[in-house]
């Protein structure tokens, strides 16, 4: 997608506005609107980052602590009884893992959930741990309503979020 492309789905979303202005009356700034409304009006167009997850027996390199792990480092939900990590798909198929599918080991055995994401986390992460707005559009869709509680609770320190 080009950049003017983007810039009008943006605008088209109502996520930003623009002014028209410059030397010849025909360049477009734009600026994003406000960050509770831009959160609010933004979050429907975000989607999950993972592609799939799958189970490991060791923790990769270039992964990064996710889903409720994360959540349990930012709230008062407790963590899962494994580690949960995030990797960008690329990095995925150069860190050659074994693939647990079997049901009863994944149950018995202390493995590592992975998470596989259609892009690099590392760009957006903080002490090790994926960014807050992925964390939440990767959990947004669980019917908990513990979890749901938990992540209104870690996006409440957030400048942009508004309950």
Known sequence: MTSSR????????????????????????YSRIS??????K????????????VYVKREPKSSFIAGLEALSELSMINP???KVRAIYSNAFKENNLEVISN?????????????????????????????????????KKENDERIEQALEEALRGEKWYTD
Request: proline content about 5%; cysteine-free.
């Open 35 to 40: 960050d509770p409304d831009y959160f609010q």
């Open 80 to 82: 899962p009884r494994h």
């Open 42 to 53: 933004g979050k429907a167009f975000l989607n999950s980052p993972i592609k799939k997850t």
């Open 6 to 29: 983007a810039l009008n789905e943006l605008y088209n979303a109502k996520l930003l506005i623009y002014e028209i202005g410059g030397k010849t009356g025909r360049s477009k700034y």
């Open 103 to 139: 049901k009863d080991i994944i149950n018995d055995s202390k493995l590592v959930e992975l998470q596989i994401w259609e892009y690099d986390p590392k760009f957006f992460t903080m002490n090790n741990m994926v960014d807050i707005a992925s964390l939440y559009v990767s959990l």
